[in-house]
């Protein structure tokens, strides 16, 4: 992997990925077990939520880090177009 697509999230967002990882774990052993459906939905809720923040955290900073570098170069009020950009795409 080259060293443009390392950013300082991505050990964060291994940690969250492992979170889920055990997560899923702990849904397949519930159902194998034939736990309740209420506590095998919770468990599924923190694993889409760990994949959804890791997901978003990863495409944020991707993101910044690619915009920041096709802006960077560019005149203040050229850039503005690329800070309105980044700043609304946190809502997504």
Avoid: N, W
């Avoid at 077990?33 to 506590?39: I, K, T, V």
């Avoid at 690619?66 to 050229?78: H, T």
């Amino acid at each position: 992997m080259s060293q443009s697509h390392l950013h300082e999230t991505h050990p964060a967002i291994v940690k969250r990925l492992k979170r889920a990882d055990g997560h899923l774990r702990k849904v397949i052993e519930m159902i194998e077990a034939g736990r309740p459906c209420l506590d095998i939905a919770q468990q599924l809720q923190a694993v889409e939520s760990a994949i959804g923040q890791a997901k978003k955290t990863l495409i944020q900073d991707h993101l910044d880090h690619c915009l920041d570098e096709v802006a960077g170069p560019l005149p203040r009020e050229q850039r503005e177009v690329f800070d309105a950009f980044k700043a609304i795409s946190k809502y997504l």
